[in-house]
């Protein structure tokens, strides 16, 4: 039983440093930097994969990807694999536009 308590409680108390962080060219996004919306601009590879090129507002846009905290970029399985990334993180679609490039999403901050 005390095993099963401090488990839980080692649990809830470490549940806010479980979730990784989303970096763009190695920039940690933050409410700080981002403000409450970004918008993602999906990438696909010929095997089906995708990244994101992100605008959050920064000062000299330009090929923005999702990386590590190193700056390597990172693929995601599947375009909803990304969204359910962000939604972690934090994020939730708040509109999607389509364009003759393809689709756009703008992401609101959920907290």
Same mark, same amino acid.
């Given at each position: 039983?005390? &095993?099963?308590? !401090?488990?839980?409680?080692?649990? /809830? ?8 962080? /989303? ?5 940690? /996004?933050? #409410?700080?930097? @981002?403000?409450? %919306?970004?918008? !993602?601009? #999906? ?12 605008? %959050?507002?920064?000062?000299? #846009? &330009? +090929?923005? %990807? /999702? @990386?590590? +905290?190193?700056?390597?970029? %990172?693929?995601?399985?599947? !375009? ?7 939604? @972690? ?16 999403? !703008? ?5």
């Amino acid at each position: 039983m005390k &095993k099963t308590l !401090l488990c839980l409680m080692l649990s /809830i108390a470490g549940g806010p440093f479980l979730f990784s962080q /989303i970096y763009v060219e190695g920039v940690k /996004i933050t #409410p700080n930097n @981002t403000g409450q %919306y970004v918008e !993602l601009d #999906p990438q696909f590879r010929a095997d089906g994969r995708c990244t994101f090129r992100v605008d %959050y507002g920064q000062s000299e #846009p &330009k +090929e923005d %990807y /999702i @990386t590590d +905290e190193n700056g390597k970029h %990172y693929d995601f399985r599947s !375009l909803v694999d990304g969204l359910n990334f962000f939604y @972690t993180e934090g994020w939730e679609v708040s509109q999607i536009a389509v364009l003759e490039s393809g689709r756009r999403y !703008l992401l609101k901050r959920r907290y």
